[in-house]
């Protein structure tokens, strides 16, 4: 479509684009076409009054028919935007709100620990295995070896409850497990030897809820009876645990200790996870950090089992998830661990928005 001047022409691809225009283009374009002072078809018009009488006429009518066109175009369009608004807001919707991120869940860092220490064992062909958070005395106490009222059993501070236990007198009275060293005993005596297990879960203890301690925390408890099974096995798989968990290069140390189970018993160290050995407040300045309790199954406990101690041999290990988590993550609280503030949580797993 032509006017039939070349410089009306030249407005019609904008005539053309008004369909396509925002609110505030909208405005701004009708200013510039429309606009008494400096719009392109004002000026027009006041050019018509200085032409010779018969092109005035022609180029009258020629802007003037413009002129409606681009009237009728603004009108349109502003229909068009009025209308998709009241429909934004009747929706209630408001394009103008910042974004919402999404919700990333994420496996608590305990967890996770647990998971990729029974994953480290599982891929050297131990199984997984749990058993009650209530035990009796028995299970969690006298059958691994601990002499009855010995001070062994207060050092567990131990939390009993008032129900007698199903099992008899023999039994001992009910508790809330304060390791997970009985499920050894309940495994042996479902499973005769070979046996090569883990056994995550949660143990109870009449402790203070501060920064070092907590009435519940989690423990993997490791098993493995065999014929002729020896401290060698027993280290060389918790050092293999140690490389394989926190790293290749990482030291370990084995100390002696007391286990009223196990005989010989020891502790193990890896060096600190945050100063790598140099020496920092989180390791007490000594560069190295404890993380087990281990040692070799003491015959006494073998026998209680039924297993015989002359032809089997087995070494064991307790460990502590929350522990562990709070040395790989330098967390100074273990009560961070357990109150599920999701502004903690989604700090340590990465997923904070
Ligand atoms: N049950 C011990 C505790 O809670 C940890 C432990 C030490 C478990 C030595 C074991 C072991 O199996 O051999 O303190």
């Known amino acids: 479509m032509s006017t039939g001047h070349p410089d009306l022409d030249a407005l019609l691809p904008r005539l053309d684009s008004v369909s396509t225009l925002g609110a505030a283009e909208l405005e701004a374009e009708e200013i510039a076409v429309l606009g008494r002072k400096s719009g392109s078809l004002t ?23 413009l002129k409606a066109q681009f009237e009728a175009a603004f009108a349109a369009r502003r229909d068009v935007l009025d209308a998709e608004r009241t429909a934004r807001d009747q929706a209630g919707l408001d394009l103008t709100m910042p974004g919402r991120g999404r919700w990333v869940g994420a496996e608590h860092p305990v967890t996770k620990v647990v998971r990729e220490i029974v994953d480290i064992f599982r891929g050297i062909g131990f199984t997984v295995a749990v058993g009650p958070e209530v035990e009796t005395e028995w299970y ?12 062994a059993m207060d050092m567990h501070d131990t939390l009993y409850l008032d129900a007698p236990p199903a099992e008899g007198e023999s039994a001992g009275r009910l508790l809330l497990r304060t390791h ?9 005596m479902e499973s005769p030897p070979p046996v090569r297990v883990v056994i995550p879960g949660m143990v109870y203890r009449n402790d203070a809820f501060d920064p070092s301690h907590s009435p519940a925390f989690s423990q993997i408890e490791g098993l493995a ?8 096995d027993l280290k060389a798989t918790l050092i293999h645990f140690a ?8 030291k370990t140390r084995f100390r002696p200790s007391f286990f009223p189970f196990t005989e010989p018993s020891a502790e193990m160290d890896v060096e600190c996870q945050l100063c790598h050995g140099a020496g920092c407040p989180a390791c007490k300045g000594t560069g190295w950090m404890e993380i087990l309790g281990c040692g070799m199954v003491h015959p006494s406990v073998l ?51």
């Open 43 to 65: 000026a027009a018009l006041k050019r018509v009054a200085t032409l010779p009488v018969e092109e005035r006429k022609r180029f009258g009518a020629a802007v003037n028919r």
């Open 140 to 151: 969690n106490f006298l059958a691994l070896n601990f002499p009855a009222d010995h001070p």
């Open 180 to 188: 997970t060293s009985p499920v050894q005993i309940r495994t042996l």
């Open 225 to 232: 009876v065999d014929e002729g099974i020896s401290f060698v």
């Open 243 to 250: 490389h394989r968990f926190f790293g290749p290069a990482t």
């Open 303 to 353: 026998e209680n089992c039924n297993v015989d101690a002359e032809r089997y041999t087995g070494w064991a290990f307790g460990m502590g998830p929350h522990r562990i988590a709070m040395l790989r993550y330098g967390i100074p609280d273990i009560r961070l661990l357990l109150e599920g503030d999701m502004r903690f949580l989604e700090r340590v797993a990465g997923t904070a928005r």
